[in-house]
């Protein structure tokens, strides 16, 4: 961890992502706009949380930002995950059924 992440003293976690792909896309505009981040996984359930896709096996992805940053960055997650915390983007498909 380099020292500018250790600088900081209050991280606030945005809300939980499922999947690896979603926290890779956060990420990438939080580092082009130089926000400090931190990507954390809960594996306490067991297993290796296996990414697949847009979904993991196991528990949610969390990012956390300093907390100066916090209102930036959620605007950054909301404007990748459409604005809704409690379900992740849908996953397109070609069915006309669904």
Known sequence: MSQDVKSYT???????????VWVAMVTEVLDSEEIPNLVQTDLSSGGLGVVTGTETIGKGWRIKVPEEY???AIEIHESILGGDHATEPAEETDDPAL
């Open 70 to 72: 916090y209102a930036r």
């Open 10 to 20: 209050n991280w606030k976690a945005l809300p939980p992502l499922g999947g690896g």
